[in-house]
């Protein structure tokens, strides 16, 4: 079955940077569109950035334009999100998700905690 292990969440300071890493198992990465998702304290899930399949194309939420970057390792099937300038408002627990570009199944990772905290 699909598995996504996310990981290299933590507390930092505003200012600071953090790498989340999400690896994925049980099916090929390759055909999959890879989202980072997030959920503030409080508040809905959304969308924070998003790649696709052979990694192309990638999109991004305002909010992480010009200070996050999602990029793919289809060798270590995995996914990450480089952010930059974190600021309190990027605060959240960060989950990685998976869709198959062809059947549409899809799935959740567990979740990684982000704190941004002076």
């Known amino acids: 079955q699909v598995q996504l292990v996310e990981s290299g969440g933590g507390l930092v300071q505003p200012g600071e940077s953090l790498r989340l890493s999400c690896v994925g198992s049980g099916f090929t990465f390759s055909n999959y569109i890879m989202r980072w998702y997030r959920q503030p304290p409080g508040k809905q899930r959304e969308l924070v950035a998003g790649?696709?399949?052979?990694?192309?194309?990638?999109n991004y939420a305002d909010s992480a334009k010009g200070r996050f970057t999602i990029s793919r390792d289809t060798a270590k099937n995995t996914v990450y999100l480089q952010m930059n300038s974190l600021n309190v408002d990027d605060t959240a627990v960060y989950y990685c998700f998976a869709i198959s570009a062809y059947s549409g199944r899809s799935s959740w990772g567990q979740g990684t905690q982000v704190t941004v905290s002076s």
């Open positions: 790649i696709s399949n052979d990694g192309g194309i990638t």
